[in-house]
């Protein structure tokens, strides 16, 4: 019994001093290695992946695309008519008699030729067409304006019709692009340059629209009626061939 004692207390003993042991090993270090921890701890870290700092970043400017100029504006050209003046073309245009001779070097305001092409000088009156050319103009009217749909308030054509939204010259109707004409007047596929309204190509015709009256096509009925009835509106008559 005394022995078993004895035995028990000398291993009881060999656990405790490695457990002492174990405990040093593990939490406690000189004061050389703990300063040297210390040291390696405060030391600023080193990335090997070669990432650019923030000086380097700012000698580097990436490329700033120059602005390239606007294009001149290109002069406006108009095509003499029989029967056309100086004065005449110079109130369609805005412009001044004495603009148009210097500009063209007419020395007699009274003499033209049919067919003459004339610069008009003010570069704001040029048209610029959708496709950004510039063409010349063939006449310009005094038009009346109206406006209508392809319902049968306009048309007397119903949803249901085969022909219905379809135009005299076969395109479908559209607003921003369509108007009615009398073809005495604007042959059909013409395109013109309306006053405060811009491009629009003449593709249809109608019983009412006669002489220099013009009908702009639009999708609703509520603001074709709004448009009413505009007098005295300038239209420009482009030329087929660019300039």
Request: net charge negative.
């Amino acid at each position: 019994m005394f022995h078993a004692r004895l035995s028990y207390l000398f291993a009881l003993l060999f656990f405790l001093l490695m457990g002492v042991s174990l405990h040093a090993d593990a939490y406690h270090a000189s004061s050389d290695e703990a300063q040297h921890i210390t040291e390696l701890a405060s030391a600023p870290m080193h990335c090997p992946c070669g990432l650019p700092n923030d000086a380097d970043s700012s000698d580097e400017q990436l490329p700033v695309a120059e602005a390239q100029p606007a294009p001149p504006p290109q002069p406006l050209h108009y095509v003499v008519n029989r029967g056309d003046t100086l004065s005449k073309i110079a109130r369609d245009f805005d412009v001044s008699v004495a603009a148009l001779m210097m500009e063209n070097n007419i020395s007699n305001a009274n003499v033209l030729t049919v067919g003459q092409r004339l610069i008009v000088p003010d570069a704001d009156a040029a048209i610029v067409l959708p496709d950004g050319q510039f063409k010349s103009i063939e006449r310009v009217l005094s038009s009346t304006l109206t406006a209508y749909t392809a319902g049968v308030e306009s048309t007397g054509k119903t949803p249901e019709s085969p022909q219905y939204g379809i135009t005299f010259s076969g395109s479908k109707a559209e607003e921003g692009r369509t108007i009615a004409v009398d073809p005495d007047i604007i042959p059909l596929g013409t395109k013109v340059y309306i006053d405060g309204i811009g491009v629009r190509t003449a593709e249809d015709t109608g019983s009412a629209v006669k002489g220099a009256r013009i009908d702009v096509f639009m999708n609703d009925v509520g603001e074709a009626i709004n448009f009413g009835v505009k007098p005295n509106v300038k239209v420009y008559v482009l030329s087929t061939e660019s300039i």
